[in-house]
């Protein structure tokens, strides 16, 4: 049945034409097995990393060791195995990775991570923990593999209060298009038999680097005189998330699209005090100039929103019964299934070099 | 002996045909070397009324394709044309204000292309 499933989905998505972009052989995921330190007193910071290069299916060995008391850090990618390696002798602590990339794109990396801890015991580093885990990241996501809460206050000075190792992935630039950078026009659009509601924004960012996108609140006057002061009340909707955008060779542009969508009552003009929402991620491949349309699914039909009436308790609705605006003694509340009738909303995309 | 300038000018002025006082003009002939003055300002009118003097064919030869020759109708269109520019431009520049003030708002483009998020995996709800 899962199998079935699958297969479904496959054909599906290539009917779609909406296969995710992969690498291309000519790039790169950048791999580092990071060292993070927290200063005595104060906040933890990257103190070093091992990174390796690595193009799909292949291998690389990354390492990060630190001395007691974890003030001396040395991190590298060995060309050998671990076996071959000769640690320098004031070193406490080791972890060794050897990392292969099974699979990458904008969408996700795969990687198998065999990682091993060794700690100092006597003249010798015995592998004291390890384990060989498969791990997708998303870009500039961290799997962390391991923590030493303590350092050894009685071998001297003692640098950092604890070390924490984890790994990152990140597709590395093509050093042909490394110097790019992508202007995003964005329009956010709710349209209903009412008439369409717009919000548009303008940003850019540099090749692969990820960009926030915050919309104006669309606001929609629901109800009068149900707040102290004779305050009205506005059903609030705000839109907003991250962009990255890549530029390919041949003019195309990959673009991961990340949008959360918050809805809520709030007095007139006054942000949303509370809310509900919900949110998406989608990765694509756009042409340079092409206007994409994103549509995006309906408010959940079955979700409300409300928020405690403060004043005298009269005012009354603005719309009628059917729009799906309750006032009570004590509420206002807002029922998305009538509210949002005949509604769609939709993101549209271009993106300029 | 020279007449004076006022005299001189006196006698110029009636030649050309202009009122002078018979006072002024009887003074300015009485004047030494008036007379001679007067006789001057005739001979010179004369010679002036007879001159038919008029640029050669080979002057009109090598003037003419540097002058071009400007026709009523042309005239009236390049008139009309900076009278329209000056309207667009001030419609523009208003449009701009507009614009910039917030009155209107740009319509957002066609889309070329449309896609969804797929509720389940691409999109969670709350």
Wanted: aromatic content about 6%.
């Amino acid at each position: 049945m899962k199998g079935s499933m699958v297969v479904v989905a496959l054909i599906a998505l290539a009917a779609s034409g909406e296969t995710p972009p992969a690498l291309l052989e000519h790039e790169q995921v950048g791999v580092s097995l990071r060292l993070q330190a927290t200063d005595p007193g104060g906040a933890m910071s990257t103190t070093g990393s091992g990174d390796a290069g690595l193009a799909p299916g292949e291998r690389g060995s990354v390492y990060v060791a630190v001395s007691p008391g974890l003030c001396s850090v040395m991190t590298g990618r060995s060309p050998g195995s671990l076996g071959e390696f000769e640690p320098d002798g004031w070193v406490e602590h080791l972890w060794w990775a050897d990392v292969e990339l099974l699979d990458s794109g904008l969408e996700e990396i795969r990687l198998r991570v065999d990682w091993k801890r060794l700690d100092r015991a006597g003249d010798d580093l015995a592998i004291s923990s390890a384990g060989t885990r498969e791990v997708t990241l998303r870009e500039g996501q961290t799997h962390m593999l391991d923590f030493i809460p303590e350092p050894e206050r009685d071998r001297g000075q003692v640098c950092h209060e604890n070390v924490l190792v984890d790994l990152t992935a990140r597709v590395r630039e093509d050093p042909e298009l490394a110097t790019e950078s992508l202007r995003y026009e964005l329009w956010f659009i709710d349209e209903s038999p009412e008439g369409s509601r717009t919000a548009r924004l303008s940003t850019f960012g540099k090749q692969g680097e990820p960009v926030g996108i915050r919309f104006e609140p669309l606001r929609w006057a629901i109800a009068e005189d149900v707040f102290d002061g004779e305050k009205d009340a506005d059903l609030v909707l705000e839109l907003s998330g991250r962009l990255r955008g890549r530029l390919r060779r041949d003019g195309s542009v990959d673009v991961e699209l990340g949008v959360g969508r918050w809805l809520g009552v709030a007095p007139e003009g006054r942000p949303r005090p509370g809310g509900i929402g919900d949110g998406g991620r989608k990765v694509f491949s756009v042409a340079l100039g092409e206007t994409v349309k994103m549509v995006l699914p309906d408010p959940g039909p079955n979700g409300s929103h409300a928020l405690r009436r403060t004043g005298d308790g009269r005012g009354r609705t603005l719309l009628p019964p059917s729009r799906g605006v309750v006032l009570t003694d004590e509420w206002i509340r807002v029922q998305n299934a009538p509210f949002f009738e005949g509604h769609e909303m939709s993101l549209l995309l271009t993106v300029a070099r | 002996m020279r007449i004076d300038e006022h005299d001189e000018a006196t006698l110029s002025a009636f030649v050309d045909g202009e009122n002078v006082g018979a006072d002024e003009l009887a003074r300015a002939l009485a004047a030494p070397g008036g007379r001679d003055a007067l006789i001057d300002f005739v001979r010179l009118r004369e010679r002036f009324s007879r001159d038919d003097a008029a640029p050669s064919e080979t002057f009109y030869a090598r003037m003419r394709p540097v002058l071009v020759a400007r026709h009523p109708t042309m005239n009236r269109w390049y008139g009309w044309a900076a009278a329209a520019a000056v309207v667009i431009l001030a419609l523009a520049g208003f449009a701009i204000v507009w614009r910039e003030s917030g009155a209107i708002q740009p319509t957002p483009p066609q889309p070329d292309r449309v896609i969804e998020f797929e509720p389940g995996t691409e999109w969670q709800a709350s």
